[in-house]
């Protein structure tokens, strides 16, 4: 089938997509952005999370036709040129990347709790980010960089 | 050395902590990891694998499979053009199975398709004809000569006896015993990066691979063989690593993406997905140990006996080190008199085990740890004072009869602990999400206890017995746009720790120079040796170092500014101190470069009705000789204690008669956020005078000590005996 979905502020048109593939495979395979990470492709880990409208999914799990004529926005759509959102600066700064496998869902999953709640307590970051699985960092420290970007966004 | 440094202190060299120079790429989505690799007219390639442990293949038809459109290649063990044998230590794994399968996940053929979808669908067409045979899955029968018989030479991979002093005059005139058999559960690495990689057919006849690996030469090596090609037409390049753990220290998709490019004369991707990632790495030893401490009333230890068994599973992989490690730190970090330690690891029918951080080390310290413990109780003693009077320091002689020749400060790591803060008590406003279970609502805290843990681990840090172990670096000084810059080009594999900015630290640290590049890593340059057992800062930071005062004598009394149009250009190899084989009767010998030692202190509560448990605090004290980039040291203590948390109370791999019953994320369970406590670090620099910048290798320890601490913390709250690891709902509740 044909696809068309808006990514990251652009219309895109993918084609002889089977019936069977998920947004992350034609993000991935068919689109070029391979930012989102396929790390179990069961909705477990977080690592493909996107924003479908809004919205922040699994990407894996999502099959690509269900996004015909939608807004999809990626971990590649967040910064602004060469400028870093702040969830990104303050990721790289507090030392919250080690392998990197994980850190495009937690940092879409981070950027869209502080969108929501600018100032989070520790519970409600703990909360938001627990369907994003680490493995290198024992999460302290993507906690002190999700505290320091709600500051950095507070500030700015 | 000729010239001074004095004008030459970086603000971001040894000793700092400034951003990873990949660390933009990957939270842009921007960097490259080995699955994320595309080529154009590039195929997909997957692998058909043994659904039993042990089997005779009776035939393979590949025929309908060949026929489906889209499939480029179909290969079996008949395709492999060179010898059909790899491994670590021991080629003894076949490329693709001949007449048997010795594991459920074994590989039997490869496809290459233009789909991935295509290829897993040839997969389902071929055909295999297998003999299903009783498979050998106990590891103590297997010692014993049990069972079948699987490799030449029988199911004995390695035994490795330690003999220290007289353990039974020793035992004679001890005044407490305490004894115990303890289990370890079969743990995963878990790294998230799928293995994955991209072979590209070059036209000289050989390939290019492009791949997560922890060891690129070792690979090529074992690449080489089975391709049957001169080590120059295989070249690797590091594909970006998402993560590894030692579950890529031995070859996945390596051979048979090659065979799949040569084959078919177009690129082959290969990417795992996570329940072939479970069949498709090597996992942690599981063992049995039998333990019995001997001391006097006043808790001094006397003599040490313990038998160990490691399930090596059905290819021995790096069994044999891991044999090693456990035997000879067997004993912990305490000075005992008298030891009597026998270690095994074996061939079994389970999923094939090896290298995972903490490597023989984590099996020994639980069992080593609970028996301190028994010992306090029955001396009377508090478990920080058990542990500390018979604390090992330099000086110390182990049981190898190795004498410890640089800082271990056993007793120091756990009076620093002692000396944090608790954590609060529960109570004040009710919140599930600080409760064992959380927001499933499974307690207001009726039921729940609160308990506190202690343990202090020893990890060698760099390769062992004898081992050539060296890096080698290759340093290039010049101007560049009228500013010195400087670029580093190793085979030392960075996996995610941090390696690329401590070498970029250290040029800047040496040369005074602020830009220093870290070229792409691939085997153009000579052996860096693993990205394990702690020891890429020691070996290859070593090698950098070594590099960059070469460059400095080349410079004189130039600065670099003034360098013109000259490039400098050293490579060196570089080796730590040489190490000696073991003993092979009574395990004697200087085996180890240098050891590591961290501390941990658990505090949890305990759900003792439904036997949920809340880890509410982990603290640690860790030596590291010198905190080369005190972030990631941090880093590692973090990450690496959260592996040993899950060890404790969740993390296994479950095996029923050979078979894995819980391949996927949905079933093994790794720590989340929700899982990990706040952390209080205490992070000593002791400097070691015979490494480089007095560094100790920092991954490995904190994986060791935290999982019997959080064992202990539980056994302080229910009073359970809690002999096996991961801790179970029903061990705590008796149920």
């Known amino acids: 089938m044909r696809l068309n979905v808006t990514v990251n502020g652009e219309s895109k048109q993918a084609d002889d997509v089977w019936a069977g593939e998920s947004l992350l495979y034609v993000l991935r395979e068919r689109l070029g952005l391979p930012g989102s990470k396929n790390a179990c492709e069961q909705g477990e880990c977080g690592s493909c999370t996107v924003y479908l409208d809004d919205v922040p999914v699994c990407s894996c799990l999502v099959a690509a036709g269900q996004t015909e004529g939608r807004r999809v926005r990626t971990v590649e759509g967040l910064a602004d040129g060469d400028r870093l959102d702040p969830v990104q600066q303050s990721f790289v700064d507090n030392g919250a990347v080690q392998c990197g496998f994980c850190t495009p869902g937690l940092v879409v999953a981070a950027h869209d709790l502080l969108g929501r709640v600018p100032d989070p307590s520790d519970e409600e970051i703990r909360e938001a980010l627990a369907g994003n699985l680490c493995r290198c960092t024992g999460y302290e420290k993507i906690l002190d960089a999700v505290r320091s970007a709600a500051l950095a966004t507070e500030g700015s | ?735």
């Open chain 2, 1 to 735: 050395m000729s010239t001074s440094t004095e004008n030459r202190v970086s603000q971001a060299g040894v000793g700092t902590s400034p951003q990873r120079p990949d660390g933009s790429m990957k939270v842009r989505g921007e960097f490259a990891y080995s699955s994320d690799l595309w080529h154009e007219d590039m195929l997909w390639g997957a692998t058909l694998r043994s659904p039993h442990p042990y089997a005779r293949i009776t035939g393979i038809d590949i025929g309908a499979a060949l026929a489906l459109p889209g499939v480029y290649a179909v290969l079996t063990h008949a395709d492999v053009p060179g010898v059909n044998r790899y491994g670590l230590e021991h080629a003894d794994q076949p490329v693709l199975a001949e007449d048997v399968v010795r594991y459920q996940g074994e590989p039997v053929a490869v496809v290459a398709a233009d789909h991935p979808e295509t290829a897993r669908r040839a997969l389902e067409r071929i055909t295999v004809g297998y003999t299903v045979l009783e498979p050998v899955t106990d590891s103590e029968a297997a010692v014993a000569g049990e069972g079948a018989q699987l490799h030449p030479g029988g199911n004995v991979v390695r035994h490795v006896p330690i003999r220290k002093g007289d353990p039974a005059a020793a035992a004679e005139g001890a005044e407490v015993v305490v004894t115990g058999t303890y289990e370890v559960g079969m743990q995963d690495q878990a790294f998230l990066g799928p293995e994955s990689g991209l072979a590209v057919p070059a036209e000289d006849g050989g390939v290019d691979l492009y791949v997560a690996t922890q060891w690129l030469h070792v690979d090529q090596r074992q690449i080489v063989a089975a391709l049957g090609l001169p080590e120059d037409k295989v070249r690797l390049t590091l594909g970006g690593v998402g993560g590894a753990f030692g579950g890529r220290e031995d070859l996945s998709i390596q051979v048979h993406a090659c065979l799949l490019a040569l084959h078919t004369g177009k690129p082959v991707k290969m990417v795992y997905n996570r329940e072939e990632s479970f069949y498709g790495h090597v996992h942690r030893h599981p063992a049995v140990l039998h333990y019995e401490h001997g001391a006097d009333r006043d808790g001094r230890l006397r003599y040490v006996r313990a038998r160990i068994f490691l399930d090596g599973g059905a290819y021995a992989s790096s069994t044999g080190a891991v044999v090693a490690n456990a035997a000879t730190l067997g004993v912990g970090p305490y000075d005992v008199p008298h030891a009597a330690v026998d270690c095994w690891g074996v061939y079994t029918n389970n999923p094939p085990c090896g290298a995972m951080r903490g490597f023989g080390a984590v099996q020994a310290a639980f069992a080593y740890e609970s028996q301190m413990d028994k010992l306090a109780d029955a001396c009377g003693l508090d478990p920080v004072e058990v542990r500390t009077r018979n604390a090992m320091a330099e000086g110390t002689s182990m049981p190898t009869g190795q004498v410890v020749d640089s800082p271990a400060p056993v007793a120091e790591l756990l009076r620093r602990l002692r000396a944090m803060p608790l954590p609060t008590e529960p109570g004040g406003e009710l919140d599930l999400r600080r409760l064992p279970g959380g927001v499933s609502n499974t307690t207001h805290g009726e039921g729940v206890v609160r308990g506190v843990g202690y343990a202090v681990g020893i990890k060698n840090i760099c390769f062992s017995e004898a081992f050539d172990d060296y890096s080698t670096a290759r340093v290039r000084l010049q101007v560049v746009g009228g500013e010195p810059a400087a670029t580093v080009h190793t085979a030392a594999c960075e996996v995610g720790q941090g390696l690329v900015t401590v070498l970029q630290q250290i040029v800047r640290t040496e040369l005074g120079v602020e830009r220093v590049t870290i070229e792409p890593t691939d085997t153009t340059i000579g052996n860096a040796g693993s990205t394990s057992a702690s020891r890429q800062t020691y070996v290859t930071g070593g090698a950098v170092r070594a590099a960059c005062l070469k460059v400095r004598d080349a410079l004189g009394a130039l600065s670099p500014s003034d360098l013109g149009d000259k490039v400098l250009d050293e490579t060196v190899e570089w080796r730590h101190r040489p190490t000696e084989e073991l003993d092979p009767v009574t395990g004697q010998g200087n085996a180890h470069v240098q050891y590591g030692f961290a501390a941990h202190r658990a505090v949890v509560d305990v759900d003792t009705e439904l036997g949920l448990v809340k880890v509410v605090a982990l603290d640690c004290a860790q030596d590291v000789g010198k905190a080369m980039n005190p972030q990631a040291v941090l880093g590692q203590i973090q990450g690496g204690s959260a592996q040993g948390l899950g060890l404790a109370v969740m993390e296994e791999i479950q095996i029923a008669g050979g078979v894995i019953r819980n391949p996927s994320f949905t079933d093994y369970l790794i720590p989340t956020v929700l899982d990990m406590p706040p952390m209080n670090i205490d992070v000593l620099e002791l400097a070691d005078p015979h490494a480089p910048y007095g560094l100790r290798g920092v991954g490995e320890p904190p994986t060791i000590s935290s999982t019997p601490a959080v064992v202990a913390a539980i056994r302080a709250a229910t009073g359970r005996a809690l002999d096996r690891v991961p801790v179970r709902p029903e061990h705590i509740t008796g149920t």
